[in-house]
């Protein structure tokens, strides 16, 4: 399916894009990456520059291996990050997101989990945070082959607006040919709980601190478990200091 | 410490208080009883400084500052301390990082130095000590999977860090078992009887004031305060009900 043609908004997985940036960047390379049979691996994807980016990842995990993604998308004015995942039998696959976006930047994560062998698991925990006028998109699907049964895909998907101006869309997706598939995903747009705030505040702390503590813990849970967790939440918090 | 005059408050643009005046000096306890709807809890919000409980007349001065002026924090910083009647559960946010940054925003406010992490750690744990606390619930999330009762000795916990100058707390004793409402009013006791400190307890029961004991107690409804007492006020309102007392 490698194109050379620029896509269009009418095309599903580019609807939300900031066509005129990707222009600059056309046409993306694919990165491809083959997990063998047994193995395991890691990858972070730290985006944190103002510049445009686009990449498209085509990650295949042969039977029992497992691989562990995080990407952490703050600062491109336009950012996108295309994940194609193919799972073989029994393997594991993890994506854990943050987005943070503000101005009028553009961000956005699209996967393509298809699960091929039996018992394979994956799950996609994607945090985004908006201020201004940026706009934030996750399109997430599952596709689970014929016979791919004994597959637990899961997918969490968040975001929070901190104004109202700025733009969120999410959009899971399940595609399941199997019978024996548990899938459970949850989707939530919303704004942080003004409660929480008042009693963060309430004991002191200012009101730009208080939103911090409640965001930190938001998009924490994108990172949570990853061999490198300290370096992506701190590199998530300086971004968030210069959103509020 | 607080003076408090005429005060008027709406929520929602329903009128709640309807010139609320009260003088509370350092040294003293002050206890706040009345029925179901009488604007206890909306005082003490409209203290703290709440989005949504707004002033439309009177005045509040809390050691000379018009605290009305004040954003919540600033309120914290000048030493007022709001217990809540419902503590608010915070997911992520861990109980030790969140009182840390605020009683460091706290100090900064005041142009104090910040607490070293250690000396933050040997304060947290003496206070956690004092309401019987495990000091490793102090590093879960701010009251998330708390108990009732875990919660309000949490709050006292908070109070206890922040060493406020005037604390209001809004039915502390609600959700308390025997033991717990003790160790809260010791706790209270402990943290706050003090000859430069004053409490405000908001509640509906004489039971915390066995452990608390007030030097004045004020009966509230329809939003103002109808008589004010001693103690024996309190034993009288738990005697003969609201209705008796105050018509």
């Known amino acids: 399916m490698t194109t050379l043609t620029l896509p269009t908004r009418r095309d599903e997985a580019y609807r939300y894009s900031d066509i005129d940036a990707l222009a600059g960047v056309w046409p993306v390379a694919r990165e491809e990456l083959v997990v063998a049979a047994g193995t395991s691996g890691t990858l972070d994807i730290v985006e944190t520059g103002a510049a445009t980016v686009a990449r498209h990842l085509v990650i295949t995990l042969e039977a029992a291996a497992r691989f562990d993604l995080r990407v952490l998308l703050a600062g491109p004015s336009f950012g996108r990050i295309a994940v194609d995942v193919r799972l073989g039998e029994k393997a594991d696959f993890t994506m854990g997101a943050a987005q943070l976006a503000t101005g009028h930047e553009t961000v956005e994560i699209v996967t393509e989990v298809t699960h091929t062998g039996l018992d394979a698991t994956s799950a996609q925990i994607v945090r985004t945070v908006l201020a201004g006028h940026a706009t934030g998109t996750y399109l997430g699907r599952i596709a689970v082959e014929r016979g791919a049964d004994g597959t637990d895909a899961g997918q969490s998907v968040r975001a929070m607006l901190l104004d109202r101006t700025a733009t969120a869309n999410a959009r899971p997706e399940l595609e399941i040919y199997a019978d024996d598939v548990k899938a459970a995903h949850g989707c939530a747009v919303g704004e942080l709980d003004a409660q929480g705030l008042f009693y963060l505040m309430s004991r002191g702390l200012p009101p730009a601190e208080a939103k911090r503590l409640m965001l930190q813990a938001f998009i924490a849970e994108a990172f949570a478990g990853a061999a490198n967790e300290d370096m992506l939440s701190e590199k998530a918090l300086a971004r968030l200091g210069a959103i509020l | ?247």
Request: net charge negative.
């Open chain 2, 1 to 247: 410490m607080l003076q408090i005059d005429n005060l008027q408050a709406t929520v929602a643009d329903k009128p709640i208080l309807k010139g609320l005046s009260l003088t509370i000096n350092a040294g003293e306890i002050h206890a706040i009883m009345g029925p179901n709807g009488a604007g206890k809890s909306t005082l003490g919000y409209t203290l703290g400084g709440r989005p949504g409980y707004e002033v439309t007349g009177g005045s509040v001065s809390f050691d000379g500052q018009d605290l009305l002026e004040l954003e919540p924090h600033e309120r914290a910083a000048a030493g007022l301390f709001l217990g809540f009647q419902y503590p608010v559960e915070i997911p992520g946010v861990s109980f030790v990082q969140f009182l840390r940054e605020a009683a460091n925003a706290q100090r900064k406010g005041r142009g104090e130095e910040p607490l070293s992490g250690g000396a933050f750690l040997k304060l947290a744990r003496e206070q956690a000590g004092l309401l019987r606390m495990d000091m490793d619930m102090l590093k879960r999330p701010v009251n998330v999977g708390f108990s009732g009762g875990e919660k309000k000795r949490a709050e006292m916990v908070q109070m206890g860090i922040l060493d406020p100058k005037l604390a209001i707390l809004d039915e502390t004793d609600s959700g308390l078992d025997i033991d717990a409402l003790r160790i809260c009013g010791e706790g209270i006791n402990a943290i706050m009887r003090k000859p430069d400190k004053a409490v405000l307890l908001i509640t509906h029961y004489q039971r915390l004031l066995d452990y608390v004991k007030p030097d004045f107690v004020h009966v509230l409804a329809g939003g103002r305060i109808v008589r004010s007492g001693g103690p024996e006020l309190a034993l009288q309102l738990e005697d003969e009900g609201y209705e008796a007392v105050v018509a």
